[in-house]
């Protein structure tokens, strides 16, 4: 068989979660709570089951869900959307992203890609038939060079994919990186895909300058959204795309024929529980507290911390301490110390490896305690 995807083999979140259930090792690699999520939102589901919420819901999702949706944007970022029109909710961000690029991109597009990136959007460009344009953000800020970007901009780009806070860095997107981008998107036909999982997980007091805030950058964008960040079920596999109407109108036509509707009980829970708004407006400070807990914890190991400001991860550097590859270091990691992390390595397309692996600080204090310990006695 030939392959559409030759270069691609199993996600780094599935090789080191099997690694580190095969060793038994605490699994600070792939992003989710250890912690349990809130009973009032399980109750909730299964209420809904009971009450009968067990069959297809509409395709482009549960309307009191699209509309408690629509309450929560214009309650954080002023913006109104029409929820008939501009949210379809999906499994996943993951899915959103892929639905959005599948929805545009055709054979020979290219698409403006930072790396590291998350390790789906380069493939779900390929997939389609796109050519990914890759562009380092300088290390070790995790910024964007965006003389870089406009240099890379040919008649050909048709899309820029953007990701704050960021996965695996934890950088976060600045007002002026808002206006560079509005510079070079305006006056062209470039799509942007804004990959906002982490909306909720922002630290250090900065805002999350959420694309939803910027109605001229909107008019192009698909902005993604999951509720498993932010309710700790990641597993769960909910969330949203938020895009204007046209846009909307080409996400549905994929999505409406690779997932049809999305989980009705879920969908139905989330509708009333979405109105609570102290479950997110705490977020910040709760995960804030675990990254900083984990920071102190991390000093007593030779490890240096790359400061991440939103996200579940914090990366740190052995640049100091060891020439190993990340990735022979992380399989190391788990087999000699039991602990999981994950290769930022993996997060390029060429494998660049700056010595740099990343830690998901989203876990009970004990958890990261034991961690922490573990790594101190390992054998760089
Ligand atoms: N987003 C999660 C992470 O970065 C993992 C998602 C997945 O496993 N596909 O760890």
Known sequence: MISKLPNVGTTIFTVMSALANEHKAINLGQGFPDYSMSEALTELVTKAMKDGF??????????PLLEAIT????????????????????????YAI????????????????????????????????GIAIRIPLRHPSYSIDWEAVRLAITKKTKMIIINSPHN????????????????????????IVS?????????????HLSLLKYPELMQRTFICFSFGKIYNCTGWKIGYCIAPEPLTKEFRKVHQFNCFSVNSPIQAALATHLKN??????????????????????????????????????????ERLSTEKEAVLAIRLVKECGVAVIPTSAFYQDATDNKVIRFCFAKKESTLEEAVNRIGKFKW
């Not at 695996?168 to 808002?178: H, K, M, Q, S």
């Not at 990959?195 to 805002?207: A, G, K, Q, S, T």
């Open 54 to 63: 067990n069959q297809y819901f509409p395709m482009a999702g549960y309307p």
């Open 71 to 94: 309450e929560k944007v214009y309650r954080l970022y002023g913006t109104q959307l029409d929820p008939k029109q501009e949210i379809t909710i999906t499994p996943g961000g993951t």
């Open 98 to 129: 892929y639905s959005a690029i599948t929805a545009t991109i055709n054979k020979g597009d290219e698409v403006i890609v930072f790396e590291p990136a998350y390790d789906s959007y380069i493939p779900n460009i390929e997939v389609n038939g």
């Open 168 to 191: 695996p860095t934890g950088a976060v997107l600045r007002e002026n990186d808002i206006e560079e981008l509005r510079k070079i998107v305006t006056g062209t036909n470039i799509y």
């Open 195 to 207: 990959d906002e999982v982490y909306e909720h997980l922002i630290y250090d007091n900065l805002p």
């Open 277 to 318: 708004e102290e479950e997110y407006r705490n977020l910040s400070l709760i995960l804030q507290k675990k990254r900083d807990y984990f920071r102190e914890l991390m000093t007593v190991t030779p490890l240096k911390v790359i400061p991440s400001h939103g996200s579940y991860f914090e990366l740190y550097s052995y």
